[in-house]
């Protein structure tokens, strides 16, 4: 028998002899009450382990269910395979409701089981959703994208090339933390435009302010949903070419000529903000019937919590719209609520990914 085998075996055993006994803290024993909503796949470096498992323990309180912690460590005998696990009972009233988590760590020569350990080890008839942290070997994450039913990322953090080349080898409903993040700020963006939908297809510069620093730059994602719905093929990272094909129809800039696209360089976000860089701000310039029309969407220097939306020319408005705040728990819950098909950010995904690579 391989160790592979071995462990998966010992971790089986010793599952199902936690789950078969009683529960002994109650009054009279009777069998657990199991939480099974999910099996939640969390991979990541070595050093994201802690981080991954404070994570497991957040998600727990909302989204119950077994948890799979995957790494990969060379300093492991490449054959080897490491495995603990936990379990975990709180009070729902006056039943107690259980859960557990599985800590699995491979040697580099064992990762390529990693799919069917994976496999042996989910609960059945619950969904599989795989998050690939910003440091997940590529290795666990290729072998786990095909096998899962939905793939959460957050493309802050990790570079939307990679991001690109896993969704392609799965069919996977995509989920990505950023996307959540920048709900409200694309919804605003999206909003200039629903009683005048013509105006799309007359942008002829679209300016992106953003906050500098290391990280993956939000502008990516942003241009590649704006630029899948609107049709647009990017010749380069100035400019988009319009084109047919959009989701809102065909879009022309002025006089034909390509769209042009600045970016700014802001200041840093704070320092008690999280390490991604942050859109700071949308502009457009487009035409109604004709007449000239800018639109802003633009963060508040003193309340960046905050947008000012503005319209300028054809039309006129000037608003305040606060963009709300939720902590990293409500974004990860957020990805994997919604369990359907999500082809409007794959698109913007494969976008991004040929934008960022000109």
Same mark, same amino acid.
């Given at each position: 028998?391989?160790?592979?085998?071995?462990?998966?075996?010992?971790?089986?055993?010793?599952?199902?002899?936690?789950?078969?006994?009683?529960?002994?803290?109650?009054?009279?024993?009777?069998?657990?009450?199991?939480?099974?909503?999910?099996?939640?796949?969390?991979?990541?470096?070595?050093?994201?382990?802690?981080?991954?498992?404070?994570?497991?323990?957040?998600?727990?309180?909302?989204?119950?269910?077994?948890?799979?912690?995957?790494?990969?460590?060379?300093?492991?005998?490449?054959?080897?395979?490491?495995?603990?696990?936990?379990?975990?009972?709180?009070?729902?009233?006056?039943?107690?409701?259980?859960?557990?988590?599985?800590?699995?760590?491979?040697?580099?020569?064992?990762?390529?089981?990693?799919?069917?350990?994976?496999?042996?080890?989910?609960?059945?008839?619950?969904?599989?959703?795989?998050?690939?942290?910003?440091?997940?070997?590529?290795?666990?994450?290729?072998?786990?994208?095909?096998?899962?039913?939905?793939?959460?990322?957050?493309?802050?953090?990790?570079?939307?090339?990679?991001?690109?080349?896993?969704?392609?080898?799965?069919?996977?409903?995509?989920?990505?933390?950023?996307?959540?993040?920048?709900?409200?700020?694309?919804?605003?963006?999206?909003?200039?435009?629903?009683?005048?939908?013509?105006?799309?297809? %007359?942008?002829?510069? @679209?300016?992106? *302010? /953003?906050? !500098?620093?290391?990280? +993956?730059?939000?502008? &990516? =994602?942003?241009? $590649?949903?704006?630029?899948?719905?609107?049709?647009?093929?990017?010749?380069?990272?100035?400019?988009?070419?319009?084109? %047919?094909?959009?989701? @809102?129809?065909? *879009? /022309?800039? !002025?006089?034909?000529? +390509?769209?042009?696209? &600045? =970016?700014?360089? $802001?200041?840093?976000?704070?320092?008690?903000?999280?390490?991604?860089?942050?859109?700071?701000?949308?502009?457009?310039?487009?035409?109604?019937?004709?007449?000239?029309?800018?639109?802003?969407?633009?963060?508040?220097?003193?309340?960046?919590?905050?947008?000012?939306?503005?319209?300028?020319?054809?039309?006129?408005?000037?608003?305040?719209?606060?963009?709300?705040?939720?902590?990293?728990?409500?974004?990860?819950?957020?990805?994997?609520?919604?369990?359907?098909?999500?082809?409007?950010?794959?698109?913007?995904?494969?976008?991004?990914?040929?934008?960022?690579?000109?």
């Amino acid at each position: 028998m391989s160790r592979v085998a071995e462990v998966i075996k010992r971790v089986e055993s010793e599952l199902a002899e936690f789950w078969s006994a009683p529960d002994e803290s109650r009054a009279e024993p009777a069998p657990k009450t199991r939480a099974s909503t999910m099996n939640f796949v969390a991979v990541g470096s070595r050093a994201e382990v802690e981080r991954l498992k404070e994570q497991a323990e957040d998600l727990a309180e909302t989204h119950a269910g077994r948890t799979l912690l995957i790494t990969l460590d060379d300093r492991l005998d490449p054959l080897t395979v490491q495995a603990d696990w936990s379990a975990t009972c709180r009070r729902a009233g006056e039943v107690p409701i259980c859960y557990d988590r599985v800590e699995i760590t491979f040697g580099v020569a064992a990762a390529e089981r990693v799919a069917s350990v994976v496999s042996a080890l989910t609960i059945s008839d619950v969904a599989v959703i795989v998050e690939l942290a910003p440091g997940a070997p590529n290795v666990l994450g290729d072998a786990l994208a095909p096998i899962c039913d939905r793939l959460v990322f957050d493309s802050a953090e990790t570079c939307i090339e990679r991001i690109a080349a896993v969704a392609r080898e799965t069919r996977a409903p995509l989920a990505d933390r950023a996307f959540v993040r920048t709900f409200s700020l694309r919804e605003l963006v999206a909003r200039f435009f629903d009683d005048m939908p013509e105006a799309t297809r %007359a942008i002829r510069r @679209v300016e992106i *302010a /953003r906050s !500098a620093g290391a990280k +993956p730059d939000p502008a &990516a =994602l942003f241009l $590649g949903w704006m630029g899948s719905r609107l049709g647009w093929t990017f010749e380069s990272r100035g400019a988009a070419q319009p084109g %047919a094909g959009g989701a @809102v129809g065909r *879009a /022309r800039g !002025a006089d034909g000529a +390509p769209i042009e696209i &600045a =970016l700014v360089d $802001g200041p840093p976000a704070p320092a008690d903000a999280q390490a991604w860089r942050r859109l700071d701000g949308v502009r457009l310039w487009t035409s109604l019937r004709g007449e000239p029309l800018t639109l802003g969407c633009v963060r508040l220097d003193k309340a960046p919590g905050t947008v000012r939306w503005t319209m300028e020319g054809a039309r006129s408005a000037d608003h305040l719209h606060p963009l709300g705040y939720r902590d990293e728990t409500w974004v990860l819950a957020k990805t994997i609520d919604s369990l359907e098909g999500d082809r409007l950010l794959r698109e913007a995904v494969l976008a991004a990914a040929k934008w960022s690579a000109l």
